[in-house]
């Protein structure tokens, strides 16, 4: 796959709603997509990850037939809050090593009924998909991402990663986490839950959790930020003392 | 609630939580190679589908032999539903006769 295009690349995409594009496909999904999902649906962030995600909360589930779960023969279910991959395709983005946005379009499936040519640009067809708030958010999520390899880099570093890996009491914790499959069920970490983070986030701040989905998003992201802020300054202090780490 | 001390240290908690979370924002935002996002991913019934392949000879009903397609060709019919394979019998290097094709979507 070429990320050789970019946004005044020519394109034109007209959707028929066939749905063979939403079949065999791995979408992946961030906590803020299931945050805009579940409140359209009217559930909270944690039944909509249970029912509807695989692979530790990453990804939409899919029926034994390969359809996405949330398609139906009258359209997708969660349309005007789908998931950023699906408002992009049949295109891929990429952010290149020197910051520069990049396209790849995607092969269509044989069956798909959608209308494919170059009448108009990316950018156009981008603005029709409402994606700008998607990226911002993946950006977010991206500076954030970034700060925990880090951290996780710095741990590697003193050795202290492989020792957690390694050691007794964490294949303890992994035990009683159960079997495989349970382990793909759930989230891989709470922080994709945002009712569930917000919840306990705002509770210990006394702060009223966010009604609305940006307003909660944005919440998230700075939650997110005050924790490893805390674990960015405890590492700063394992650092001057190598046996510093502790079981909890 | 932890002691005062405590949160002077990296728990192996704190780790698995991190690690956890990386890992989760990595699959979901499409961070493994590095900034992307937003790709939709790989057809992975059609990976599944090929990697059960095998090809079979029979001499009328018996089965003489049973194989594995090779990895290569698994990958490329993999890779792209409306890949193609053509499979060619040779002899001493010069073709006898083309045994036909193979699409990934079959």
New interface residues.
Partial sequence: MEFHLDRRSTLSFVCKACGYCC?????????HEVLGMSCLLGISTSEFLALYTD?????LR?EAD?RCVFVTASGCRVHPQRP??????P???????TGVERFAL??L??ECKAEVDREGTIEAFLKTQG?EP??EW?RR??E??RR??G??DQ?CVQG??DA?AT?A??SA?LESAGPEQELDRG??????DIDASLAEYCTAQGLAVPGEIDEAIALHCRA?AEWLDD?ES??G??RNDPE????? | MAKKEEWNSVTRRDVLKLAGTAAAFCTSFGFLHGSQTGVVVQDKHLQARWQQAEIKWYAGSELLNSSVIPVKVMKHLQSDVDATVEIKLYRAGQLLRSLGTIQAKH
């Fill in positions: 079949t065999g496909k791995i979408i992946m999904v961030g906590p692979n530790g909360g990453t990804t899919s390969g950023l991959v699906c408002r992009l395709y295109l891929g983005r990429m952010i290149d090593e995607y092969p499936q044989s994606v998607y990226l993946s999520y991206g954030l991402y925990m390899v951290l996780l741990l202290k990663f957690a050691g009491t964490e914790d989230p891989l970490s709470l922080w994709q997110i674990l405890r590492i202090e394992v510093e780490m502790r079981e909890e």
